[in-house]
Nanobody, 119 residues
Framework: QVQLVESGGGLVQAGGSLRLSCAAS????????MGWYRQAPGKQRELVAT???????NYADSVKGRFTISRDSAKNTVYLQMNSLKPEDKAVYYC?????????????WGQGTQVTVSS
């Protein structure tokens, strides 16, 4: 099993910054995808940003230019630097990692960390 521990959420004023971290441990092998998703009250979970083993990144249009995803392969950790935060960024942010083999893939989620942005 893969365990994920998220940290870095909190309360910030609009225009401020936060940095989320997600550390993976356990039966990690062939880790090839790490990402952040978020879910606001009454809404579906949505993609925020993803990064592959080859460091290819993908961002939701709503966060492009404000958020940056990065990873530390040695630590099996993914980060999300969030700048110029807006009230609409308020949500629970979830870390997701995927990898493994064809016969034994894994797709693990963190417990979520709350981000609140005050106007």
């Amino acid at each position: 099993q893969v365990q994920l521990v998220e940290s870095g959420g909190g309360l910030v004023q609009a225009g401020g910054s936060l940095r989320l971290s997600c550390a993976a441990s356990g039966s990690i092998f062939r880790l090839n995808f790490m990402g952040w998703y978020r879910q606001a009250p009454g809404k579906q979970r949505e993609l925020v940003a993803t990064i592959t083993i080859g460091s290819s990144t993908n961002y939701a249009d709503s966060v492009k230019g404000r958020f940056t995803i990065s990873r530390d392969s040695a630590k099996n950790t993914v980060y999300l630097q969030m700048n110029s935060l807006k009230p609409e960024d308020k949500a629970v942010y979830y870390c997701n990692v995927r990898g493994g083999s064809y016969s034994a893939p894994y797709d693990s989620w963190g417990q979520g960390t709350q981000v609140t942005v005050s106007s």
